[in-house]
């Protein structure tokens, strides 16, 4: 019988014990889609254990509840609803998971992010690089308005798989730079999760000593003048501490991004290889999907 209220009507419940098990994490990821598309589009209240990550609601994190029993002496006790509200709302899973909070921290911008498609960069220098190619007349092709740009924390966040692959399942699209001198460090892992150069990742810069960073697409002009300035910086480099050569290359790098924004007259020739990454990204991230032509059947 139909209740004669809206309100009246019992809302159906289907319970899915870890729909997780056998899957690939992709497959994972996008099973968790249907079930919160299954959901929406039915009116039925869908509820799954699970033990993987790629299973949670990243569309409503809310809908997320973590659940905890407490251990003394060896005995289980109560159960508890642990606190998963505000933006860092992952890091409680991420640390019942096993991720470390430094690892997981590197990765807390993503997890705000909510535009489809995502060119994910390996520090806040870069980020800054990009989005002045969003922003500025430069003559040259602009880095496309919908694609945000999210640092992820340098090249060693890469190496965990675990994460790389939730945070690839969270939107619809994602390119991933990195700079060429983490190339040996870095591909093999991208790699596993079948990503493919050109396509889902590009290393930035030139394979020549200083320059095999996004630092090495840069006119001539804006790294003669910044290292025309800055020998002590220059000479740092070379220095047998390493924090002191890492806090040389850190206030160059500024010192280039300065440099390099004061000036909007550059010609094409200048702009080539950061002309050419741009293009890349817009291509991959933009360009429409194309769904796959069934072969008509010629059978009589």
Known sequence: KTAALPDDKITPILIIEEPESFLHPSAQSEFGRILQTLSEEFGIQI???????????????KSNILLYRDRGKGKAHQTRVIDTSGDSW??????????????????????????SRVLLVE???????????????????????EIEVVPYGGKDTLKNTLLLQFV????????????????????????????????????????LPGKDCIEGLLPERVLGAVNGRETSLVMGLGS????????????????????????????KEELKELTKIVRLINKTLCAP????????????
């Open 90 to 115: 992952m890091a409680p899973f991420a640390e019942h998971l096993g991720i470390a909070p430094e690892e997981f921290s590197c990765w807390r911008p993503v997890f705000s992010t909510y535009k």
């Open 240 to 267: 047998r501490d390493s924090s002191k050569r890492r806090q040389a290359k850190d206030t160059l790098k500024k010192k280039y991004i300065q440099e390099f924004k004061q000036h909007l007259d550059y010609s």
């Open 47 to 61: 509820l799954a254990t699970t033990h993987s990550p790629y299973m949670l609601n990243r569309e409503d994190p």
């Open 123 to 145: 520090g806040q220098t870069d980020k800054e690089y990009f989005e002045f190619f969003q922003n500025s007349i430069l003559g040259s092709e602009p880095l496309a308005k």
């Open 289 to 300: 999907k194309v769904r796959p032509q069934r072969t008509p059947d010629r059978r009589r």
């Open 168 to 207: 690839l399942s969270k939107f619809d699209r994602v390119f991933i730079t990195y700079d060429l001198d983490a190339d040996g460090e870095v591909r093999d892992p991208l790699r596993r999760l079948d990503l493919k150069e050109g396509r889902d990742f590009a290393s930035l810069g030139v394979p």
